[in-house]
């Protein structure tokens, strides 16, 4: 062998010995960059898992208070739900459920008034269930302890005297609609929601039990606005009593904006004349027709009351044990409904109260002894009290607000109750 073909052969065993070199070296630093990426990244997914779970305990727990043993129940009930038991150890133990008072800043376990649930949701060596480390071993990490808490507050609610929905069942909405104003939603059997929903501070979203809320994805504040609450519907018992009323003609029980009449009519079609301050008593159907505006009229009628499109609608009470329906882009209710104080709009079914899409509501109370269907595109909802025996259904891409401190209605003095509502407050 020639003395070149030796030097070659030596030189690659010394290039292959500092690649060995080379790789004894990196391999260490190589490993610490993949636990840095994949553990580090577990432990920041579970410790966002864990905070989760631990605010709706704290949530759960504080539906329940004052009594402690209904608090832990149900806070561990909702834990199991949001995060599996590890090889049987629970990341919530009952002992991890403090009741106490929350001041507005800080919570003390155990003080009074009790007002308040702190959850501490754990993967530690003490619940036996720590995060088990993939590649931080070779750094000499073989687990991670990760603990989360949260603190629910239980406080009065505000009442809801501004107006809203409250149905006898559920209330059913889309998504992209903007709550403001102190706007409420209340449903004896739940409400539930689309996404992209914004609600604003003093909006209020009621039910029975918290556990009947459901949402479609994100919306903004909506943990603030919860409440558990009972709420008697008034508006529909009132129907039959005001149709009677209407019936027999008793003007002292309609708005000041009714001074005339009764008229009596078999029917009401798109070409009738109505003469403004009056009540118009009607055997069949009332079909007002559309592209008209219609204000300071009563109408009670024995079948449907039916409006078009392209109406506007001020001062007008409408009443019947049949359907209302609305066909689209009404304008409902006076400009003036804040500064005016009271209602202008009322709407009372002993069946269903229905809308199209694309209209306008201000100033409107309705009771109906079946559902109500609003539509979809509702062009904005303000100044509203409305109550259904049934569902109340309505759709996306809506405004809802109110009159500070509400409107007075000439048809019952209606009073939400304050009920209790939960926040997290840490």
Same mark, same amino acid.
């Given at each position: 062998?020639?003395?070149?073909?030796?030097?070659?052969?030596?030189?690659?065993?010394?290039?292959?010995?500092?690649?060995?070199?080379?790789?004894?070296?990196?391999?260490?630093?190589?490993?610490?960059?993949?636990?840095?990426?994949?553990?580090?990244?577990?432990?920041?997914?579970?410790?966002?898992?864990?905070?989760?779970?631990? /605010?709706?305990?704290?949530?759960?727990?504080?539906?329940?208070?004052?009594?402690?043993?209904?608090?832990?129940?149900?806070?561990?009930?909702? /834990?199991?739900?949001?995060?599996?038991?590890?090889?049987?150890?629970?990341?919530? %133990?009952?002992?991890?459920?403090?009741?106490?008072?929350?001041?507005?800043?800080?919570?003390?376990?155990?003080?009074?008034?009790?007002?308040?649930?702190?959850?501490?949701?754990?993967?530690?060596?003490?619940?036996?269930?720590?995060?088990? /480390?993939?590649?931080?071993?070779?750094?000499?990490?073989?687990?991670?302890?990760?603990?989360?808490?949260?603190?629910?507050?239980?406080?009065?609610?505000?009442?809801?005297?501004?107006?809203?929905?409250?149905?006898?069942?559920?209330?059913?909405?889309?998504?992209?609609?903007?709550?403001?104003?102190?706007?409420?939603?209340?449903?004896? *059997?739940?409400? %539930?929601?689309?996404?992209?929903?914004?609600?604003?501070?003093? #909006?209020?979203?009621?039910?029975?039990?918290?556990?009947?809320?459901?949402?479609?994805?994100?919306?903004?504040?909506?943990?603030?606005?919860?409440?558990?609450?009972?709420?008697?519907?008034?508006?529909? &018992?009132?129907?039959?009593?005001?149709?009677?009323?209407?019936?027999?003609?008793?003007?002292?029980?309609?708005?000041?904006?009714?001074?005339?009449?009764?008229?009596?009519?078999?029917?009401?079609?798109?070409?009738?004349?109505?003469?403004?301050?009056?009540?118009?008593?009607?055997?069949?159907?009332?079909?007002?027709?559309?592209?008209?505006?219609?204000?300071?009229?009563?109408?009670?009628?024995?079948?449907?009351? %039916?409006?078009?499109?392209?109406?506007?609608?001020?001062?007008?009470?409408?009443?019947?044990?049949?359907?209302?329906?609305?066909?689209?882009?009404?304008?409902? &209710?006076?400009?003036?409904?804040?500064?005016? &104080?009271?209602?202008?709009?009322?709407?009372?079914?002993?069946?269903?109260?229905?809308?199209?899409?694309?209209?306008?509501?201000?100033?409107?109370?309705?009771?109906?002894?079946?559902?109500? %269907?609003?539509?979809?595109?509702?062009?904005?909802?303000? &100044?509203?009290?409305?109550?259904?025996?049934?569902?109340?259904?309505?759709?996306?891409?809506?405004?809802?607000? /109110?009159?500070?401190?509400?409107?007075?209605?000439?048809?019952? *003095?209606?009073?939400?109750?304050?009920? #209790?509502?939960?926040?997290?407050?840490?």
């Amino acid at each position: 062998m020639s003395n070149t073909v030796k030097t070659l052969i030596r030189l690659l065993r010394d290039a292959s010995g500092a690649v060995i070199v080379l790789v004894a070296v990196a391999l260490p630093v190589f490993l610490l960059m993949l636990a840095w990426v994949i553990d580090i990244g577990l432990v920041r997914l579970t410790g966002h898992r864990l905070q989760i779970t631990a /605010s709706a305990a704290a949530l759960a727990g504080a539906s329940q208070l004052p009594d402690n043993n209904d608090v832990r129940t149900q806070a561990l009930l909702y /834990s199991g739900k949001n995060y599996a038991a590890i090889n049987g150890h629970p990341v919530l %133990k009952a002992a991890d459920i403090e009741t106490g008072n929350w001041d507005g800043s800080v919570f003390v376990a155990g003080a009074k008034p009790k007002n308040a649930v702190r959850a501490t949701a754990r993967r530690t060596n003490a619940n036996e269930n720590p995060l088990q /480390s993939i590649f931080a071993m070779f750094a000499g990490i073989n687990e991670f302890e990760i603990s989360r808490s949260a603190v629910a507050e239980s406080e009065p609610g505000k009442g809801c005297k501004s107006g809203g929905f409250f149905s006898a069942e559920e209330v059913l909405s889309g998504s992209d609609n903007d709550y403001t104003e102190d706007f409420c939603l209340y449903g004896d *059997d739940g409400v %539930k929601i689309g996404s992209d929903n914004t609600v604003s501070p003093g #909006t209020t979203i009621a039910m029975n039990d918290l556990s009947d809320f459901e949402q479609g994805g994100e919306n903004g504040a909506v943990e603030d606005s919860l409440m558990e609450a009972e709420y008697d519907l008034e508006l529909p &018992g009132l129907v039959s009593g005001i149709v009677d009323d209407m019936q027999n003609g008793l003007l002292n029980e309609m708005p000041d904006f009714i001074t005339n009449g009764p008229v009596y009519l078999n029917e009401i079609t798109d070409v009738t004349p109505l003469i403004p301050n009056t009540l118009y008593i009607v055997e069949e159907v009332a079909d007002l027709g559309s592209d008209r505006v219609i204000s300071d009229i009563a109408i009670v009628a024995k079948k449907e009351i %039916k409006v078009g499109s392209d109406v506007t609608l001020s001062n007008v009470v409408f009443a019947t044990e049949d359907k209302i329906l609305f066909g689209s882009d009404n304008v409902i &209710g006076s400009l003036n409904y804040c500064s005016d &104080g009271t209602y202008n709009i009322y709407l009372y079914s002993g069946d269903n109260i229905e809308f199209g899409s694309d209209n306008y509501f201000r100033g409107a109370q309705m009771g109906a002894r079946g559902e109500l %269907k609003l539509g979809s595109d509702v062009a904005g909802i303000k &100044g509203v009290h409305a109550e259904a025996t049934g569902k109340i259904d309505y759709g996306s891409a809506d405004t809802f607000g /109110s009159c500070g401190g509400g409107l007075a209605s000439d048809f019952g *003095d209606l009073e939400f109750p304050v009920g #209790t509502q939960f926040a997290l407050v840490r």
